[in-house]
């Protein structure tokens, strides 16, 4: 599946979802991290995987990035915004993903167990669901988003 190129924009989001993803790490979660941008770059949201230290099995990165930008915003909606994530959102998360209308996702490493946008599942581009279809640009920094999950998985091995 086509995805479109990164911008330099792109890369530096990524840079603050690997940070969101090392602080995950360090709180003993599986180390994911993303950003929410608004239409002007601005960081709306972030988040890091919170599912082992919080009682919520949705909190996921991009879940908690997600609330945070719409309680900034006060809408629901997102459009206009670009959600930035180190791994490939699973099927919660692209649910949640096009609930908000978020029209432009960038990820790092692809989920060969549980991907949404392209890997195992690709439901954001699922002709069949009423949502708009969001821009995808894949494996944006993804030797970094890898290297943070293999050496936290090896750690616990």
Same mark, same amino acid.
């Given at each position: 599946?086509?995805?479109?190129?990164?911008?330099?924009?792109?890369?530096?989001?990524?840079?603050?979802?690997?940070?969101?993803?090392? *602080?995950?790490?360090?709180?003993?979660?599986?180390?994911?991290?993303?950003?929410?941008?608004?239409?002007?770059?601005?960081?709306?949201?972030?988040?890091?995987?919170? *599912? #082992?230290?919080?009682?919520?099995?949705?909190?996921?990165?991009?879940?908690?990035?997600?609330?945070?930008?719409?309680?900034?915003?006060?809408?629901?909606?997102?459009?206009?915004?670009?959600?930035?994530?180190?791994?490939?959102?699973?099927?919660?998360?692209?649910?949640?993903?096009?609930?908000?209308?978020?029209? *432009?996702?960038?990820?790092?490493?692809?989920? #060969?167990?549980?991907?949404?946008?392209?890997?195992?599942?690709?439901?954001?581009?699922?002709?069949?669901?009423?949502?708009?279809?969001?821009?995808?640009?894949?494996?944006?920094?993804?030797?970094?988003?890898? #290297?943070?999950?293999?050496?936290?998985?090896?750690?616990?091995?």
């Amino acid at each position: 599946m086509p995805t479109i190129p990164p911008s330099p924009a792109d890369i530096a989001a990524m840079h603050l979802a690997l940070a969101e993803a090392r *602080r995950a790490a360090a709180a003993g979660e599986i180390p994911v991290g993303a950003v929410l941008l608004g239409p002007s770059g601005e960081v709306l949201g972030a988040g890091h995987n919170a *599912r #082992e230290t919080t009682p919520d099995p949705s909190g996921h990165a991009e879940v908690l990035a997600i609330r945070a930008a719409a309680a900034a915003l006060g809408d629901r909606i997102l459009d206009g915004c670009t959600l930035v994530v180190t791994l490939e959102p699973c099927v919660m998360c692209a649910g949640v993903i096009l609930a908000a209308r978020i029209p *432009r996702v960038v990820f790092g490493a692809w989920d #060969e167990k549980a991907g949404a946008v392209g890997s195992v599942y690709d439901l954001l581009r699922d002709g069949r669901l009423p949502s708009p279809v969001p821009e995808v640009s894949a494996g944006v920094c993804e030797a970094e988003s890898v #290297e943070l999950l293999r050496d936290f998985f090896a750690d616990r091995r």
